[in-house]
Structure formats: C-alpha cells, structure tokens
C-alpha cells in the first residue's frame, strides 16, 4: 500500500533560520506530490505541488520543495522562516493508478519563536 | 468569491445520535471529498463522489453515509454507528478526479461527542 512519512512531528526554529521538512513516499510509478499548510484557525491551503518537469518546485510565500525520485523524497525547504510560519504542514501524494486519493502523511507542527 | 464552504464550525453530539455536516462548493468542481483528521494521524479519506447521484467508499467509510444530489454539495452524516465520531472534517473538491486535479479544502468542522 501507497504510504507517506513525515520524519519530524514537532520543529522549533527561531525567527530567520533554515527549515527543511522531510518527506519520503512508497510508491515505485508516477506521482503527483503536494505540500499543505494549515495555519492556526485556518483551512488547509495548498502550498506547492509537483506534476512534472523541474524537479525543483517553488510555492508561495518563499517555500521550496525538491523532488528527487531516486530517494522517493520531496522535502520541503525555506531559507529563512518568520513568525507567520507557525503552523502545520502535510506533505500528501497521489498516483496514477488511484489518482482520486491523496495519501496524506501525519503531518509536522512547525512553531517559530520570535 | 469562489470557494468550499462548510458548516457549522464546531458540532456537538450526544452519543447515539445521527449529525449531518454540511459541504458547498461553487467551484463547479465535478468532484467532491471528505476527510477525517485526527491529531498525529494526517487526513484519511471517507467518501469520494465524480458526480452527482454517484459516490464511493475511501478508507474509513464505517459509520458514515453521504449523498450527493448536486454538484455544489456533498453532505456527510455522521450516524451512531460511527464509534469514535469525534473529530475534525474536512470536505474538498476538484475539477474532477483525474490525476492532474489539484484538491482544495473547506475551513472544516469539528465535532465533538459528549
């Protein structure tokens, strides 16, 4: 069965430092890779996606993911975090042969200290 | 504005009783989800409908029926069958449930059994 691993559930990072967030999937055919954010009190909002071509996917509001399909990853980066980035992200796949299912991984609480 | 609205934002149910959470989307998206999250765990897929009169099982379908009898609304009940109902729902859609089709999400609602 198709799975998604989020390594890290809790990250504390002060204001301006480096975020990387790891995500690895199981699944050997074509896939589509999401990273969602959900924002204290808010709905989850897509914040990047991959379908194909450059590995290197750029979403909104600074974030960055790679995709590198040797390692079945798709982590998630930002150069320098802010206080608004307080929140929780989940990094979910979809592939080609359930393509109505987003597997969805359990999700990492990311809080930034001022 | 074009969106996914769900409500109520907070239900509270006594044991044994049925609730219906409520979905509407005018994205005149063909397909429609729900999904349970539960803390540490992601998402999980309830049902899934391509369209309308038309709806599927996802992973978790125990203890919960849907019906669709429009496009812009897919409302999900949650019976007394449901044995651990407490939860927080989202519902989402896309244009259809093709591979490229990104999913969006509603602001969700959380119920609560007492």
């Known amino acids: 069965a198709q799975s998604v691993s989020q390594h890290n559930h809790h990250v504390i990072l002060s204001e301006a430092a480096s975020l990387e967030l790891g995500c690895n999937y199981s699944?050997?055919?074509?896939?589509?890779l999401f990273w969602y954010v959900q924002y204290p009190g808010q709905h989850l909002q897509l914040l990047l996606k991959y379908f194909s071509g450059d590995p290197l996917v750029k979403g909104i509001k600074g974030f960055e993911a790679e995709f590198i399909k040797s390692k079945f990853s798709f982590n998630l980066r930002k150069p320098s975090v802010q206080w608004s980035d307080t929140a929780e992200y989940f990094c979910?796949?979809?592939?080609?042969?359930?393509?109505?299912?987003?597997?969805f991984g359990s999700g990492t609480r990311l809080l930034v200290r001022p | 504005d074009g969106g996914i609205t769900q409500s109520p934002k907070y239900l509270f149910r006594k044991e044994g009783q049925n609730v219906t959470l409520s979905c509407e989307q005018n994205l005149n998206h063909d397909a429609m989800y729900w999904y349970r999250q539960d803390p540490g765990q992601g998402l999980r897929l309830i049902y899934y409908s391509q369209i309308v009169n038309d709806f599927q099982k996802g992973d978790i379908a125990e203890g919960y029926s849907v019906s669709r009898e429009k496009k812009e609304s897919f409302p999900l009940t949650v019976t007394s069958a449901q044995k651990n109902p407490t939860a927080f729902y989202l519902c989402?859609?896309?244009?259809?449930?093709?591979?490229?089709?990104?999913?969006?999400f509603g602001p969700g609602t959380r119920l609560t059994v007492l």
């Open positions: 979910a796949v979809n592939a080609i042969d359930s393509s109505y299912k987003l597997i």
């Open positions: 989402a859609s896309s244009m259809s449930l093709a591979f490229q089709d990104t999913q969006y």
């Open positions: 699944y050997g055919g074509t896939v589509n």
